[in-house]
Nanobody, 121 residues
Framework: QEQLVESGGGLVQAGGSLRLSCAASGITFKFKSVAWYRQAPGKQREMVAGISGGGLRTYADSVKGRFTISREDVKNTVYLQMNSLKSEDTAVYYC???????????????WGQGTQVTVSS
């Protein structure tokens, strides 16, 4: 069974930090790019951070300098460290694997449940 499970979200004050985890079963992250996405109420899903199989990182302008994506392939897990959180970061956060040769928004697997991040101001 192919499954993506996000965890680590919660309620935090503006300026605080959270670390999200993306664990996979029936899927290997090795040699694949993995990305974090978020969806706020009434808005479309957007990519916020990606990491290639070789460890190269890409960030949306809105989070660059505040978020860090990393991977631990032996644990088949990808992380998102979020610092200096703002109220506009409030969203449900998801992870997925972009299709080879596509852009960040065409993904290979069904979306998981996501993890809720709420930032109070």
């Amino acid at each position: 069974q192919e499954q993506l499970v996000e965890s680590g979200g919660g309620l935090v004050q503006a300026g605080g930090s959270l670390r999200l985890s993306c664990a996979a079963s029936g899927i290997t992250f090795k040699f694949k790019s993995v990305a974090w996405y978020r969806q706020a109420p009434g808005k479309q899903r957007e990519m916020v951070a990606g990491i290639s199989g070789g460890g190269l990182r890409t960030y949306a302008d809105s989070v660059k300098g505040r978020f860090t994506i990393s991977r631990e392939d032996v644990k088949n897990t990808v992380y998102l460290q979020m610092n200096s959180l703002k109220s506009e970061d409030t969203a449900v956060y998801y992870c997925n694997v972009p299709q080879t040769g596509g852009d960040w928004y065409t993904v290979r697997y069904y979306w998981g449940q996501g993890t809720q991040v709420t930032v109070s101001s």
